[in-house]
């Protein structure tokens, strides 16, 4: 069964700290890593992740693949109020049909 | 465009009854996927389609029914709805795979 981990579960920080949001996979057949963004209302696409070592970059934003140690990282740099979300991260892995399991996301709380 | 679309928004059901929840998008995407959102627990695929004609189970399919009888709909039915069917449901459409979905806005479901 593929299992997607992400830690920690929630976080709160001041504005304009830098945090760190992991992501662990144990999956069949990886083929890509996504992250998320989810304000109370559907997630929004981050960033796609399919080679090791190669940064994603948007803003204040960025992401990073471990394809050997199963790990991705989100880091959100000067963090903003906006930044309060829940941030999700899927795998997309399988067979014929590839699927897409969610970890169960981490809360960010940015207060001013 | 209007994206996905998703009716209704929120909807009160007693054990026993059954309803569908619609979703319809206007992208012309191949891929489209139902999720159901429980509290700390991420989002859990349901059932997905590959293009009109075919679907697919999820990790939860038990309880829900799809079809995909055009490329615009993907309606999902409950047959009997149960408490444990109580969530947020999301539809979201991809033209290949489920990498870069497009979410519909949620419809939120309570059975009593």
């Known amino acids: 069964e593929d299992k997607v981990v992400q830690s920690p579960l929630s976080l709160v920080v001041h504005e304009g700290d830098t945090v760190t949001l992991n992501c662990s996979y144990e999956?069949?057949?990886?083929?890509?890593l996504l992250w998320y963004k989810q304000e109370k209302k559907a997630p929004t696409f981050l960033f796609m992740l399919t080679s090791s070592g190669i940064e994603k970059k948007s803003g204040r934003l960025s992401s990073i693949l471990d394809k050997k140690e199963l790990f991705s990282i989100l880091n959100i740099t000067a963090t903003q109020t906006g930044d309060s979300a829940v941030y999700l991260c899927a795998v997309e892995a399988g067979g014929s049909n590839y699927k897409l399991t969610f970890g169960k996301g981490t809360l960010l709380t940015v207060n001013p | 465009n209007a994206g996905v679309t998703q009716t209704p928004k929120f909807q009160v059901l007693k054990t026993g009854q059954s309803m569908t929840l619609q979703c319809a998008q206007d992208?012309?995407?191949?891929?489209m996927s139902w999720y159901r959102q429980d509290p700390g627990m991420g989002l859990r695929l349901i059932h997905y389609s590959v293009g009109a004609g075919i679907t697919d189970q999820g990790e939860v399919p038990n309880g829900y029914n799809v079809s995909r009888s055009t490329t615009e709909d993907f309606p999902l039915r409950l047959l009997s709805a149960a408490p444990s069917q109580t969530s947020v449901y999301f539809c979201?459409?991809?033209?290949?795979?489920?990498?870069?979905?497009?979410f519909g806005p949620g419809t939120r479901l309570l059975v009593l």
């Open positions: 979201a459409s991809s033209y290949s795979g489920f990498r870069t979905q497009y």
């Open positions: 992208m012309n995407h191949e891929y």
């Open positions: 999956v069949t057949n990886f083929r890509s």
